[in-house]
């Protein structure tokens, strides 16, 4: 299984950006998705997850109405919408996958995570 996530770069405060996550070497489709970050000389943190099927979405309450996790099976891709950025998002962003049989599953936990991607830096200037 291969994760090669994409669309980091530096943007301005209040701006907007799109991170793509895209799969390889499993069905797609039978794994939950999720985005962390990890800032410099933090923990690396939840951000964002979807369902197998977009059923069911979370965000960290900083994320919740400036960004938006979507998937769309056909490409093998997960997306992560990001607006209103704030200096404070600036972290690298990693894609996960979490195996799961269930349609209600989602991953927020690192715990959880079955295959982790490589990691895109975001930077927000201020």
């Known amino acids: 299984v291969q994760l090669q996530a994409f669309g980091g770069g530096l943007v301005q405060a209040g701006g907007s950006l799109r991170l793509s996550c895209a799969a390889s070497?499993?069905?797609?489709?039978?794994?939950?998705m999720g985005w962390f970050r990890q800032a410099p000389g933090k923990e690396r943190e939840f951000v964002a997850t979807?369902?197998?099927?977009?059923?069911?979405?979370y965000y960290r309450d900083s994320a919740q109405g400036r960004f938006t996790i979507s998937r769309d099976n056909a490409k093998n891709t997960v997306y992560l919408q990001m607006s209103s950025v704030k200096p404070e998002d600036t972290a690298v962003y990693y894609c996960a996958e979490r195996r799961s049989p269930s349609l209600r599953v989602v991953v927020r936990s690192g715990d959880d995570v079955h295959y982790w991607g490589q990691g895109t830096q975001v930077t927000v200037s201020s």
């Open positions: 070497g499993s069905i797609f489709s039978n794994f939950a």
């Open positions: 979807i369902s197998r099927t977009s059923m069911i979405t």
